[in-house]
């Protein structure tokens, strides 16, 4: 079998490059050639249109296109409405603009993560805070925003970290909300 093997590889790779991106373009297109019979409920194009239907009469800010956009060579019969955003806009908005005064580390609109480096305050330099923010859900909810928030002060020349209890947490966490229903308002 080894034996078989090597042959084959070999014979493969002594062949031209024009022979060579023939099999390459062969690959792609029949790697394209599927089914689809064991799509999951929300990659299917009749699905995905009530879903944006509902959506759009929720008014919840979700997001308006496609997981499966991909790459199109011979067209699509989906009707195409854009790139898709992983979580609720207004949501995502309002918690960059929250804190909008710390350096960003990582924002990641797909995953609904944001997260900030470790910011010193002019007011308070012996004390430094970090925020996380998690957005779970594509809609506007109170479960689908979640914070972790990080506090260390500087004591004997090494930072140590706080117990800052959940209530300026929860306090993050509402003032996002806050923002995100305001703009839903305008």
Do not use: H
């Not at 050639?33 to 249109?49: L, Q, R, Y």
């Not at 480096?117 to 925020?131: D, F, G, L, V």
């Amino acid at each position: 079998m080894l034996q078989r093997t090597k042959y084959f590889l070999s014979g493969v790779f002594r062949k031209s490059p024009k022979d060579l991106l023939s099999l390459f373009l062969l690959i792609i297109l029949l790697s394209g050639c599927s089914t689809g019979m064991n799509m999951p409920g929300f990659m299917d194009a009749e699905t995905g249109k009530d879903r944006y239907k509902e959506r759009m009469q929720n008014r919840d800010g979700g997001p308006t296109g496609k997981v499966q956009d991909g790459l199109k060579i011979f067209g699509s019969d989906v009707e195409d409405k854009g790139a898709l955003i992983g979580v609720n806009s207004l949501l995502w908005r309002a918690s960059l603009d929250t804190i909008s005064f710390m350096p960003l580390a990582e924002a990641d609109p797909f995953g609904g993560l944001i997260m900030t480096e470790w910011y010193i305050s002019p007011n308070n330099p012996e004390q430094r805070t970090k925020i996380t923010i998690y957005i779970l859900d594509t809609r506007l909810r109170a479960d689908a925003l979640r914070v972790s928030l990080f506090v260390q002060n500087m004591i004997n020349g090494e930072w140590v970290n706080l117990d800052i209890g959940n209530d300026s947490r929860l306090k993050l966490e509402d003032t996002i909300l806050t923002k995100a229903r305001q703009m839903k308002q305008k």
